[in-house]
């Protein structure tokens, strides 16, 4: 089953929900506002029949965020969503669903639909995801705090601590000391690999890929980011299944990291990113000035290691 779902920006920068009524699956929880694609249509036709049906609106434009197929009681959907700012009329519900509009900073995870919640991630992660390099040394902590904190102070939005030469605690250490201005910012911190840390500290932690194969069930709380690094589409499905918020898949590009592993390419990288349930950035080879091919490719962006830090 195709289903077509909006993500609705008002002026105020907030999303538009509805809540699933009493009697279908999954009630009470919360979704982003749609229906089914009807055989021979269009999605954007369809999108903009369902909103006018549900909400009484005539969508004027919109445009493709992210692709989530799912399962539910033993039927496939692909939830299609699509993105808009531009409509006429106000929306009102048509049927008899609640309605409420959230900033996607307010939204709590927990009151969407699993599939939702995909579509929530693909709204808050920003199109750069940017990983420190693995030779930093840990006497220049120091040095790596001021550079960190300056590429958060001017924008970056999502930063990993991946530092294999320093003791665990320390790298600990540097992000409890990063954390006043992450929060203050409004940017998201992770640990590579440290599932303790991220949860003694509340951020987030990128999943090494061997950890990803050996978890049966998330291992953080819903407001605590977990990345998965993923090389393969085994991975990333199973990444979704264990309720991951995003993917790194690897390599895409020749990098001189991995000189012995073929790289995927954007051909493939697109057909496996398109295919995943979660938010997949393009790593490997990546720079920041290809964050538009890789959403082109069904990508959030891209992640990188020694182009992001100048």
């Keep these: 089953m195709h289903v077509m779902a909006a993500v609705m920006h008002d002026a105020d920068g907030r999303v538009l929900l509805a809540q699933r009524p009493a009697g279908k699956h999954l009630a009470g929880l919360w979704e982003f506002p749609g229906g089914k694609l009807e055989p021979g249509e269009a999605p954007l036709a369809a999108l903009a029949r369902e909103l006018h049906e549900e909400l009484g609106i005539t969508l004027q434009r919109a445009e493709p965020l992210i692709r989530v197929p799912c399962r539910y009681i033993e039927r496939e959907l692909l939830l299609d969503t699509w993105q808009t700012d531009q409509w006429e009329g106000s929306p009102q519900s048509l049927e008899g669903q609640a309605l409420q509009w959230l900033l996607p900073t307010q939204v709590d995870p927990a009151m969407l639909t699993p599939a939702d919640r995909a579509i929530l991630q693909a709204l808050r992660l920003p199109h750069r995801y940017q990983i420190t390099p ?48 992450v929060r203050r910012r409004g940017a998201q911190l992770l640990l590579n690999g440290d599932v303790d840390g991220a949860l003694a500290l509340g951020i987030g932690v990128q999943l090494k890929s ?67 349930a979660l938010p997949v950035y393009a790593l490997g080879g990546m720079a920041p000035s290809l964050s538009m091919q890789a959403r082109q490719c069904s990508g959030q962006g891209v992640a990188g290691i020694r182009e992001f830090w100048p």
């Design 210 to 276: 061997a950890q990803l194969v050996a978890l049966s069930e998330r291992p953080l709380p819903l407001l605590q980011l977990v990345g998965a690094s993923c090389h393969d589409a085994a991975h990333l499905a199973h990444a979704a299944d264990i309720g991951a918020d995003f993917a790194t898949l690897s390599p895409v590009a020749a990098t001189p990291s991995h000189l012995l592993t073929p790289p995927l390419g954007w051909s493939r990288f697109h057909s496996l990113a398109e295919a995943a």
């Design 134 to 181: 693995a030779e930093v040394r840990p006497d220049q902590r120091g040095i790596w705090f001021e550079r960190i904190g300056q590429t958060i102070e001017h924008g970056a939005q999502l930063v990993q601590l991946r530092l294999p030469l320093w003791p665990r605690e320390l790298v600990r250490e540097l992000a409890a000391a990063l954390l006043p201005l």
